[in-house]
């Protein structure tokens, strides 16, 4: 059942791959092994910016989704009572679930009714950063949320009785404690601003195409080699960083333990030489 | 004046209100707000012009103030056979969608948390990793792999299982194929989270007591993993109801599903009223099972 589970994700991957090296233009016929469909994606200019658009929406999105985020899960996390956190809790779990239609006609009429009231924003890269951060910021405060739930506050409570300001406190305690959390938040932002199409074509303007909204309008006509080969680029640079980033992790989890077997052999020392 | 600012500054709670307040504004302006524009314009009408809907507050010449609320549009949704056939296909899709998913979900799940510690790593990334990858271009994969002229069909036919190609791209079945393998991985991760933390001396002790393996997991394991079921087919079921690529690119114009009404209103015909409309109502189907979600949301934060 495992075996077939995971055939079942991994097979359709596994023929996007294979088709790219197809040197025939009707994707399901084997023609011989070629890269011409990669030659022509690296030389087309329309992906090319595409790509770049995408890129910078989804550094900048990560940054201010994760800069938000963690605000909003530390205040979620450490501050027991304010006034609406009701609302504010509903408001960060929302976006997690909402439909993306829904999300996308919202802000497009957010967006419209505020250029004609203040003439701003305009549709293009700020609306759909905009958009982006909103239902980032929400998976950044829940990752965030979750990781200080699980850390004792005393540390920070010692810091503040030893007279240290609050925002050293925030500065030196309470960020190092969240940086984990911090950096799988801001990865997670920038591949959910790479991956989104729906909320990105209702926000956006004339002239700015992102990368999805490029490949959705070159499938909507049918199979495309050079689709195949762009997917196979991204399919390997996630596979490399997925494989990096269970690699450094795992490697933390090891020295984490072995610290704690010396904290604890020495703690025992400790008791020994008392004895 | 400037000392009482420092001091201000300095204050515990000047600190809290900051951390609350920034990204409570940002959600108030760029979540909550635009929910009342689409209610607004959901009680306007269509005019031709620019927004192309009726202005809701109107002010006579001596300032007298006239508010037009038009629910045409509901009356319209309401009345005609489309949108209502297409609200419920969409709840069929998404409820059959979800139970698919469970029980491919439940026994990988199962599978990841009984197996040994490194296994279970790689196992997880797995399970994420298609996750990271574009979801445009996995739901894409699958047209190839349906079409009349595709991987699956072209299989069948060499093996001479058949002889005609089997009709699957643009069906029904296409669709749910595409929302279960794209929305499977947030079944298992609940699931798996869930199972795993299960006191295993509970099954340990019922199988002593001579219960058998299938009475085990009806009235233990079933009981026991209920918060990661929930979680899971909410997870699956809300955004599968509104979705759009999957019924674009894998149904066409064959699979009504409102998330590609509702984009079609909006960005083909230009009706923002109707469009609106139609969101609305998505959302007040949707609003209980959200709120259940949240709930359960508040609930793990709190038992961590």
Redesign the interface.
């Given at each position: 059942?495992?075996c077939l589970?995971?055939a079942?994700?991994?097979i359709?991957?596994f023929?996007?791959i294979f088709?790219s090296f197809n040197a025939s233009r009707?994707?399901?016929?084997w023609g011989g092994f070629s890269i011409k469909w990669y030659i022509t994606l690296f030389q087309s200019e329309e992906v090319w910016n595409a790509v770049i658009l995408s890129l910078e929406i989804a550094i900048m999105n990560a940054t201010f989704a994760t800069l938000?985020?963690a605000?909003?899960g530390?205040?979620?996390?450490r501050?027991r009572r304010?006034r609406?956190r009701v609302?504010?809790?509903?408001?960060?779990?929302?976006?997690?679930?909402?439909?993306?239609?829904?999300t996308g006609?919202?802000?497009l009429?957010?967006f419209?009714?505020m250029s004609?009231l203040i003439g701003w924003p305009t549709r293009g890269i700020t609306t759909i950063t905009?958009?982006h951060?909103?239902f980032s910021?929400a998976y950044v405060?829940?990752i965030v949320?979750?990781r200080l739930?699980?850390i004792d506050e005393s540390l920070e409570e010692a810091a503040?009785d030893l007279g240290a300001?609050?925002?050293r406190v925030?500065i030196d305690i309470t960020v190092p404690l969240i940086a984990p959390a911090l950096v799988a938040g801001w990865l997670l932002a920038f591949?959910l601003s790479?991956?989104d199409?729906?909320i990105a074509?209702?926000v956006s303007g004339p002239g700015s195409n992102t990368l999805?909204m490029l490949?959705?309008s070159r499938?909507?006509l049918?199979?495309k080699p050079d689709?195949n080969a762009?997917?196979t680029i991204?399919?390997l640079i996630?596979?490399i960083?997925?494989?990096i980033a269970?690699w450094i992790l795992?490697r933390q989890e090891k020295q984490r333990l072995l610290d704690q077997q010396m904290a604890d052999s020495e703690k025992y020392d400790f008791s020994e030489s008392i004895r | 004046m400037l000392y009482r600012f420092r001091q201000f500054l300095?204050?515990?709670r000047?600190?809290?209100?900051a951390?609350?307040a920034?990204?409570?504004f940002?959600?108030?302006?760029?979540?909550?707000?635009?929910?009342f524009?689409?209610l607004k314009?959901s009680l306007a009408e269509y005019i031709v012009a620019s927004?192309p809907f009726s202005k809701l507050i109107q002010f006579g010449e001596e300032g007298q103030m006239y508010i037009t609320l038009i629910f045409d549009n509901f009356v319209f949704l309401w009345e005609d056979d489309l949108y209502y056939k297409t609200y419920l296909n969409s709840l069929r899709i998404s409820i059959i969608s979800t139970i698919l998913c469970l029980l491919?979900g439940y026994?990988?799940a199962y599978?990841?948390a009984r197996s040994t510690p490194t296994v279970k790593?790689?196992?997880l990334?797995?399970?994420?990793?298609?996750f990271?990858?574009?979801?445009?271009?996995?739901v894409?994969?699958?047209?190839?792999?349906l079409?009349d002229?595709?991987?699956i069909n072209?299989l069948l036919i060499g093996l001479g299982i058949i002889d005609q190609p089997i009709k699957m791209l643009y069906t029904d079945f296409a669709v749910l194929v595409g929302i279960v393998?794209t929305y499977?991985?947030f079944m298992i991760l609940p699931l798996f989270a869930n199972i795993e933390r299960l006191d295993l001396t509970v099954h340990e002790a019922a199988a002593d007591l001579g219960a058998k393996p299938f009475t085990i997991f009806r009235t233990i394991t079933i009981p026991l993993t209920m918060p990661g079921i929930i979680a899971g087919s909410?997870?699956v079921f809300?955004?599968a109801?509104?979705?759009?690529?999957i019924p674009d690119?894998l149904g066409g114009g064959n699979v009504l599903m409102i998330?590609r009404v509702?984009?079609s209103e909006?960005?083909l015909n230009q009706d923002?009223p109707v469009?609106?409309t139609v969101?609305i109502v998505?959302?007040l189907l949707?609003v209980i099972?959200?709120m259940l979600?949240?709930h359960y949301?508040?609930k793990e934060?709190?038992a961590?």
């Open positions: 059942m495992l589970g995971f079942f994700l991994y359709p991957m023929l996007l088709y009707f994707v399901p016929v938000l985020g605000m909003a530390i205040a979620m996390a501050i304010f609406g609302l504010f809790s509903g408001m960060i779990s929302a976006p997690l679930v909402m439909p993306e239609v829904i006609l919202s802000l009429l957010l419209i009714t004609e905009i958009a951060i909103t910021l405060a829940v949320q979750s739930v699980g503040q300001r609050p925002y925030l591949t790479l991956d199409l729906v074509s209702f999805p490949i959705y499938v909507k049918g199979l689709v762009l997917a991204i399919i996630v596979t960083g997925v494989i269970g795992s | 300095e204050s515990a000047a600190w809290q209100s951390i609350v920034v990204p409570y940002w959600l108030l302006l760029f979540f909550l707000i635009p929910f524009l689409v314009i927004p491919i026994p990988i599978g990841i790593k790689i196992l990334l797995m399970v994420i990793l298609p990271w990858t574009s979801f445009l271009l996995r894409y994969a699958w047209i190839g792999l079409a002229q595709g991987t072209d393998y499977v991985p909410l997870l809300i955004p109801t509104g979705e759009f690529v690119l998330g509702l984009y909006f960005n923002w469009a609106s969101a998505l959302l949707l099972p959200m979600y949240q949301q508040a934060a709190e961590e």
